[in-house]
């Protein structure tokens, strides 16, 4: 189970740092993935970790402003963003698989686990 929050109202130029954690699993042996869905519009890939690598994987829209760590100690996960922009503003969900295949790391539907998500808002 995934229990994603951090999420809020923050103006542009603003931060946040969403964070998720897992019950009934651990971290190190998934591949953890942060996804975005704005009003009207389909899912998108934001971030995400590879089960056999170290190094996060990013969507060009947050690349440099996004940064995504894990703390596998204590089973979770974060999202920290920056400069955050109106177009950012979506519902921010957290998702886990532990059968990904490296080439499904930004597809949402290959995730068979997903938190409920957590509302971010930007203003301008």
């Known amino acids: 189970q995934l229990q994603a929050s951090g999420g809020g109202l923050v103006e542009a130029g603003g931060s946040l740092r969403l964070s998720c954690a897992m019950s009934?699993?651990?971290?190190?042996?998934?591949?953890i993935g942060w996804f975005r869905q704005a009003p009207g519009k389909e899912r998108e890939f934001v971030s995400a970790?590879?089960?056999?690598?170290?190094?996060?994987y990013y969507a060009d829209a947050v690349k440099g402003r996004f940064t995504f760590s894990r703390d596998l100690g204590k089973n979770m996960v974060f999202l920290q963003m920056n400069s955050l922009k109106p177009e950012d503003t979506g519902v921010y969900y957290c998702?886990?698989?532990?059968?990904?295949?490296?080439?499904?790391?930004?597809?949402?539907?290959?995730?068979?686990?997903w938190g409920q998500g957590t509302l971010v808002t930007v203003s301008s």
């Open positions: 998702a886990a698989d532990n059968r990904l295949i490296l080439s499904s790391v930004r597809v949402s539907k290959d995730y068979d686990y």
């Open positions: 009934g699993g651990t971290f190190s042996a998934y591949s």
């Open positions: 970790f590879w089960r056999k690598t170290t190094a996060p």
